[in-house]
């Protein structure tokens, strides 16, 4: 692979990952020396420069983040963000988390049938809901709701909220379909 296109493939991984990524992944990833990498990595960051996204490294993980010179409208954002009401999608997302914890992404994007991760990133931001590792699949994770989402709606638990059992049946209903449906595809392949 020529440089140039490994700085392109670099970018769009960074991009589409959207969170920290170790080098080690990366020169993996793109059967690289550690060496090539870093020079793919110093001309992606010459090719931003002066641009509203950057590369940032720390230690051996890199990412792709805002630029340092958008700081003061990023925290603007953010605390619209914050502060502002959660909204149609949010208000799904958190539902779906709140009936079918632990849940994954991709499961929450199956039920809503649209991608969550904005969504998901602002309502951990609100300490709403929480990420962890997902123990089935090192490589992504699950989400749940923090301890203290019960208590901010005036609840003991997570199970108080109404109708509780019939909503997590409901929600557990569309996820088996989507299980079934991967199963059948695994099947034919």
Do not use: W
């Not at 700085?7 to 990833?29: C, H, R």
């Not at 990133?121 to 090192?138: Q, T, W």
């Not at 997570?158 to 059992?165: A, G």
């Amino acid at each position: 692979m020529d440089n140039d296109t490994l700085v392109t493939q670099i970018e769009a991984v960074l991009f589409y990952k959207g969170e920290p990524m170790k080098k080690e992944a990366l020169a993996k990833l793109f059967s690289v020396s550690p060496e090539d990498l870093e020079e793919a990595l110093t001309q992606l960051k010459r090719a931003l420069d002066g641009r509203g996204i950057s590369i940032i490294e720390d230690g051996d993980k890199i990412a792709m983040a805002t630029a340092p010179g958008a700081k003061e409208i990023i925290e603007a954002m953010r605390r619209e963000e914050l502060e502002g009401p959660l909204g149609k999608a949010g208000l799904e997302t958190l539902a779906v988390v709140m009936y079918q914890q632990p849940v994954s992404r991709a499961e929450i994007e199956y039920v809503r049938g649209v991608n969550c991760s904005s969504i998901l990133r602002s309502l951990a931001m609100r300490g709403l809901i929480e990420r962890k590792e997902n123990p089935r699949d090192k490589r992504g994770y699950i989400y749940q709701t923090t301890p203290e989402l019960p208590a901010s709606l005036g609840l003991s638990s997570i199970t108080d909220m109404p109708d509780y059992e019939i909503m997590r049946e409901k929600v557990q209903a569309v996820l088996a379909v989507q299980n079934a449906e991967e199963q059948k595809e695994e099947h034919e392949q």
